[in-house]
């Protein structure tokens, strides 16, 4: 899909857009694993702050695709800095893609395949040293065609 010639455009995130962008975030996991309201609400809420200092300090960058004026998708990179690794022999900046949401009314019409190729070109316009993201069932197949190969991580949640 050519996004320009569509009636669809993108825009960057700006600092005021932690609202939507943690909508998103709530909206993308309640897909995922359907979530009570008070978690949902409690997981959105929580997160607009969180947002908002990252967008301030730069540590989240993100674009929103927009239809009539309203937006309709969205994603975004958690920027670190990672400490030398084999292969990465200098302290490098690593991208963990996060957010890739798009309204149920719009979805089959390439939006998150347009919104991920913008990334991957911003990415390696940053030279970034490496990108990831956690791939969700819908979405996985998404990410192979890009590129994205798959990882063994491992996890350790704290005991409560």
Known sequence: MDIAASEYSIRPVQPGDAEIVARHRALMFNDMN??????????????????????????????LTLHAGAIVSGGGILLREQGPVPGCPRTGL?????????????RGRGLARTLMN???AWAAEKKLDRLTLTASKDGASLYRSIGFTPTADMELLPKT
């Open 34 to 63: 359907p979530l009570s309201e008070s978690a949902f609400d409690q997981l959105f809420q929580s997160s607009i702050p969180w947002f908002e200092r990252l967008l301030i300090d730069g540590h989240y960058v993100g674009w």
């Open 94 to 106: 690593w991208g963990h893609v996060v957010n890739v949401y798009t309204a149920p009314e719009h």
């Open 118 to 120: 913008h990334i991957v």
